[in-house]
Nanobody, 126 residues
Framework: VQLQAYGGGLVQAGGSLRLSCAASGRTLSSYAVGWFRQAPGKERQFVAGVSRSATNKYYAEAVKGRFTISVDTAKDSVDLQMNSLKPDDTAVYYC????????????????????WGQGTQVTVSS
């Protein structure tokens, strides 16, 4: 399977963007999916994750209450709705997938994921 993340762009602080992660080769419903981001000079960090069942979701503290991860079964995508964006949210955003040990598992460690998309740039201006 290959992942593609898209939907990034330039937005003013306080604005919103919606990122999508799409898969080719195999349906995303087979995987637990996570979103990560990496700012220049910083390590890649976890943003949000969803279990294969879509019932369990987890967010980094920095984005809790502002970002929402969701599964769109019609599009076969995992989306990240980002509201109230801040300049600190500026980064390249990646989606990643892993075949989970259970339908209810989500993963927050980048090392847990074996499949990565190419990333999409999000820039938030002040």
């Amino acid at each position: 399977v290959q992942l593609q993340a898209y939907g990034g762009g330039l937005v003013q602080a306080g604005g919103s963007l919606r990122l999508s992660c799409a898969a080719s080769g195999r349906t995303l419903s087979s995987y637990a999916v996570g979103w990560f981001r990496q700012a220049p000079g910083k390590e890649r960090q976890f943003v949000a994750g969803v279990s294969r069942s879509a019932t369990n979701k987890y967010y980094a503290e920095a984005v809790k209450g502002r970002f929402t991860i969701s599964v769109d079964t019609a599009k076969d995508s995992v989306d990240l709705q980002m509201n109230s964006l801040k300049p600190d949210d500026t980064a390249v955003y990646y989606c990643a997938a892993v075949v989970p040990g259970s339908d209810s598992f989500y993963y927050i460690e980048a090392a847990s994921y074996g499949i990565w998309g190419q990333g999409t740039q999000v820039t938030v201006s002040s």
